[in-house]
């Protein structure tokens, strides 16, 4: 079948140096078949106010409201972020939080892979135990296997940030082809 299924990819870091975004932009040129993937950026969602948000306002802040549309117009999302503090970095959860509102929020049922890469030794394992609450609670379709966690990362990206680590290219691709499958196994549902 020659479906075609578009991703949403965002990164839990901000900084130019990323580990995280190098790891999701080494995404882009490992997708399946069939597979298109846009990365947005989350710097711009302001911290989450209620009073700023539906139904006590006619529109979110414009940022939030593109944000929600380009995840609602992906068959699937990607995120892959630091661990801060055991857990998941604020500016991230924070955007999952406005995402997250009402009947129409394009996260419930979404499928999602999830993947970390950190320079220590235990490669986000406690971001994404922190996850599973959220997955959870939005009944997101979360890929577990394989789990990609990326731990001494540092040494997996050549200077210009670029993945160079074979493991980790081999277990982003079968990543990447996980959440296409439960895409369709979805679909056929
Ligand atoms: C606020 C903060 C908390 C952190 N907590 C953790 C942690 O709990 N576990 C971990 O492995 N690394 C932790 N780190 C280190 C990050 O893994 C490291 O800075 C990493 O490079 C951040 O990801 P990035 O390269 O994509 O920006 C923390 C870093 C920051 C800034």
New binding site residues.
């Given amino acids: 079948m020659n479906s075609n299924y578009h991703f949403i990819g965002i990164?839990g870091?901000l900084?130019k140096?990323?580990?995280?975004?190098a790891l999701l932009n080494a995404s882009l040129e490992l997708l399946p078949e069939g597979v298109t993937m846009e990365i947005t950026s989350i710097a711009d969602i302001p911290i989450y106010n209620g009073d700023n948000d539906l139904p006590l306002t006619t529109h979110r802040p414009e940022s939030v409201t593109t944000f929600r549309n380009k995840l609602a117009n992906a068959d699937g999302l990607v995120i892959v972020s630091?661990?801060?503090?055991?857990s998941i970095p604020g500016g991230l959860k924070n955007a999952i939080d406005w995402a997250s509102r009402g009947e129409d929020s394009p996260l419930l049922n979404k499928p999602v892979a999830l993947m970390g890469?950190?320079?220590?030794m235990?490669g986000?394992v406690?971001m994404h135990l922190a996850f599973q609450a959220v997955f959870v609670f939005l009944d997101m379709k979360a890929v577990y296997k394989p789990e990609v966690f990326v731990a001494q990362a540092s040494k997996k990206f050549d200077a210009d940030g670029k993945l160079t680590d074979e493991f980790t290219i081999n277990l982003l691709k079968k990543k990447l082809q996980a959440l296409k499958d439960i895409i369709i196994q979805l679909n056929k549902n």
């Avoid at 140096?17 to 975004?21: A, E, K, M, P």
């Avoid at 630091?82 to 055991?86: L, S, T």
């Fill in positions: 990164s870091s900084r140096g990323s580990l995280n975004t630091p661990e801060y503090n055991y890469a950190t320079p220590g235990w986000t406690r």
